[in-house]
């Protein structure tokens, strides 16, 4: 969110909401992940009340309600929230944040993962690489090519 620009669809308090929002919880996240107490799971159900307030509007239509989003970006940390606070549904809700970050539209393409999502793919191998062998995807791919 900090190198992106201000979605036109809101106003500048709100954006500027949004981003403290993101940027607490990332920071909360953090805590509870390196030491869980139940004093911070708690924050951090305190912390998805907040989180889901912001696309808390509905609209109705002949098939049924439509969630509202105000911000994709409180929506990937609501999910992540899931994902922590529920530790069963953790694969789950990882899927659901991976495909909201790079599913992408295009006219020609629709809805989904298309040619302009490949670059949001490779961002999310380079995450787990980095996370589970301590090394981008590129160094990663030529370790393993080296050693087959």
Same mark, same amino acid.
């Given at each position: 969110?900090?190198?992106?620009?201000?979605?036109?669809?809101?106003?500048?308090?709100?954006?500027?909401?949004?981003?403290?929002?993101?940027?607490?919880?990332?920071? @909360? +996240?953090?805590?509870?992940? $390196? !030491?869980?107490?139940?004093?911070?799971?708690?924050?951090?159900?305190?912390?998805? /009340?907040? *989180?889901?307030?912001?696309?808390?509007?509905?609209?109705?239509?002949?098939?049924?309600?439509?969630?509202?989003?105000?911000?994709?970006?409180?929506?990937?940390?609501?999910?992540?929230?899931?994902?922590?606070?529920?530790?069963?549904?953790?694969?789950?809700?990882?899927? @659901? +944040?991976?495909?909201?970050? $790079? !599913?992408?539209?295009?006219?020609?393409?629709?809805?989904?993962?298309?040619?302009? /999502?490949? *670059?949001?793919?490779?961002?999310?191998?380079?995450?787990?690489?980095?996370?589970?062998?301590?090394?981008?995807?590129?160094?990663?791919?030529?370790?393993?090519?080296?050693?087959?």
């Amino acid at each position: 969110m900090k190198e992106k620009a201000q979605p036109s669809h809101l106003e500048v308090e709100n954006w500027r909401d949004y981003k403290t929002l993101v940027n607490e919880s990332v920071c @909360q +996240i953090e805590a509870y992940l $390196a !030491e869980p107490t139940m004093e911070k799971n708690q924050c951090l159900r305190d912390l998805l /009340s907040n *989180v889901q307030n912001v696309n808390n509007q509905y609209k109705n239509h002949a098939w049924g309600p439509v969630r509202i989003i105000q911000s994709t970006d409180v929506l990937l940390i609501e999910k992540a929230l899931y994902g922590i606070l529920r530790p069963s549904e953790s694969s789950h809700w990882g899927y @659901q +944040i991976a495909r909201d970050y $790079a !599913e992408r539209y295009n006219p020609r393409y629709g809805n989904g993962l298309i040619p302009e /999502s490949a *670059v949001l793919v490779e961002d999310i191998a380079n995450f787990w690489c980095q996370y589970h062998f301590g090394l981008p995807l590129d160094k990663w791919i030529n370790k393993s090519k080296k050693h087959s």
